[in-house]
């Protein structure tokens, strides 16, 4: 395996699906928003019954941050943009997951 980094390369959108890792769904939407990556993330109908309703709980604090996003009850879909919100306060609904992905 021989790994070549290209110069000027940028991810425009990434899709994973996430059936056996949805846990990570979280700190993948919230690197992406930061990187200005949109992603789509398929396999999530478990966040639903976590600590949290956790794909609403992204929605709502991503659009806190200007982020353009849409849930399902098994995905999540982010626009790629470069307008983030600054100084935003952002709920973490007693999850240590929530916490842990949108820690700087």
Do not use: W
């Not at 996430?18 to 396999?43: F, K, M, R, S, Y």
């Not at 996003?69 to 007693?94: E, G, R």
């Amino acid at each position: 395996l021989t790994l070549v980094k290209q110069e000027n390369f940028k991810f425009e959108n990434v899709n994973f699906e996430l059936n056996n890792t949805p846990d990570i769904a979280q700190t993948i939407v919230v690197t992406c928003l930061g990187l200005e990556i949109g992603c789509h993330l398929t396999g999530l109908h478990t966040l639903k019954i976590k600590e949290t309703d956790r794909l609403e709980a992204l929605r709502i604090e991503l659009t806190k941050l200007g982020a353009n996003i849409s849930v399902t009850n098994d995905s999540l879909t982010l626009v790629a943009s470069n307008k983030i919100n600054h100084n935003v306060k952002i709920a973490t609904y007693n999850d240590h997951r929530m916490a842990m992905a949108f820690a700087p």
